[in-house]
């Protein structure tokens, strides 16, 4: 009789336990795996053309399937344990180009066969700052001291169009061929000091359209300016975000609150999505009115954050992140696969590609209602 009454209990406290049971939140589907075979920090985001996703990794450029995440090529190059340093993917249909410091690679994009390499003199210093910039058949691609260099895509002739006396931080292109480059011009006067500028500059009459001075409001972001509907968007570090006339220079609006050290950010119609280091933070597209922001967290600088069917997507260092977008609640979390950190991510149509340290992920799109 005892041994019925302690099963009994037994089984009723089981039970009760699995009644308080939360459901599980299901993780994102992988899709594929890619192993890039060798350690590195990649820092280009996957470019997606057709069936197939380019990567770097290592000291090679990597074509896979998206198909099943097989390996198309892999084209190594010679150089240090560095990987390519592409910040930004630039091709044309049949060449893509790698870079490494004072070297730049055209690449076939069918075959993965080098096609020309340029190197560049120790004056002209291509670090991992320039992202490049693509306008028809022509790449455009900044030094951090100064120069600006322009390469046919297809053919790997360049020359240097001008070399600016200050800092360059990463350049952008217009319709027209017009370059967006944000810079910070230095006073010699004691004590050191410098004035944050972005600025339309035209090729062809090498002059400048305009000139807008960022005063007292800390530095251009590293990442990129984007140009859309005729307005220029870009973060400022250590202090916010901001949105300029694309024909005039004039501000549109300003938004400034220290400690939003803007990296990469993603335009959608109504609202913008930034990426703070630490945080995730969303800001009307209009007016820049700051909407939301994430609690912070550990740092992570060089990720990208992306938007789709009403979620924030931050493929942090740690994992992937993901937010309603209406208010920033956070609604999933997960570890990536394979360990290592997430260096850098896109988006694609039906979805998430991830780099790690050592390889590409894809997974399925966040779907709560399955």
């Known amino acids: 009789m005892k041994k019925l009454i302690l099963l009994s209990v037994l089984f009723w406290s089981c039970s009760k336990s699995n009644l308080k049971e939360e459901p599980k939140e299901p993780d994102l589907r992988l899709l594929w795996s890619y192993n890039t075979e060798h350690s590195s920090a990649p820092k280009a985001e996957p470019l997606l053309i057709n069936e197939n996703v380019y990567i770097t990794g290592g000291l090679a450029l990597h074509k896979v399937s998206n198909k099943d995440g097989s390996r198309v090529w892999i084209n190594n190059v010679d150089g240090t344990a560095s990987s390519l340093k592409n910040y930004r993917f630039i091709e044309n249909g049949n060449v893509i180009i790698g870079m490494q410091p004072k070297k730049i690679h055209g690449f076939d994009l069918e075959s993965g066969e080098n096609k020309w390499t340029i190197l560049f003199p120790d004056s002209i210093d291509i670090l991992e700052l320039g992202l490049g910039a693509k306008f028809g058949d022509f790449g455009y691609f900044n030094a951090l001291n100064g120069y600006i260099s322009k390469v046919n895509i297809t053919t790997g002739i360049h020359e240097v169009l001008i070399k600016f006396p200050f800092k360059i931080r990463n350049i952008n292109v217009f319709d027209n061929g017009d370059l967006l480059i944000p810079h910070e011009e230095i006073h010699s006067e004691e004590p050191l000091s410098y004035t944050a500028v972005m600025g339309r500059w035209s090729p062809s009459a090498k002059e400048w359209i305009w000139k807008f001075e960022l005063n007292n409001a800390g530095v251009f972001s590293y990442n990129y300016p984007q140009i859309e509907n005729n307005i220029v968007y870009s973060g400022l570090t250590n202090a916010g975000f901001?949105?300029?006339?694309?024909?005039?220079?004039?501000?549109?609006?300003?938004?400034?609150?220290?400690?939003?050290?803007?990296?990469?950010?993603?335009?959608?119609?109504?609202?913008?999505?930034?990426?703070?280091?630490?945080?995730?933070?969303?800001?009307?597209?209009?007016?820049?009115?700051?909407?939301?922001?994430?609690?912070?967290?550990?740092?992570?600088?060089?990720?990208?954050?992306?938007?789709?069917?009403?979620?924030?997507?931050?493929?942090?260092?740690?994992?992937?992140?993901?937010?309603?977008?209406?208010?920033?609640?956070?609604?999933?979390?997960?570890?990536?696969?394979?360990?290592?950190?997430?260096?850098?991510?896109?988006?694609?149509?039906?979805?998430?590609?991830?780099?790690?340290?050592?390889?590409?992920?894809?997974?399925?799109?966040f779907n709560p209602e399955e």
Request: aromatic share 12%; net charge neutral; proline share 2%.
């Open 242 to 365: 901001i949105a300029l006339d694309a024909t005039t220079g004039q501000e549109i609006w300003k938004t400034i609150k220290m400690g939003l050290i803007t990296g990469f950010h993603v335009l959608t119609p109504d609202t913008i999505y930034a990426q703070a280091r630490n945080r995730v933070y969303a800001l009307n597209r209009h007016t820049g009115e700051l909407l939301w922001e994430t609690t912070p967290m550990g740092v992570s600088e060089s990720t990208r954050i992306h938007y789709k069917n009403g979620y924030v997507y931050w493929c942090h260092n740690n994992g992937i992140f993901i937010y309603d977008a209406k208010d920033g609640k956070q609604v999933h979390y997960q570890r990536h696969e394979y360990g290592g950190y997430i260096w850098t991510s896109t988006m694609a149509e039906d979805r998430l590609l991830v780099q790690t340290s050592t390889h590409l992920l894809a997974y399925e799109l």
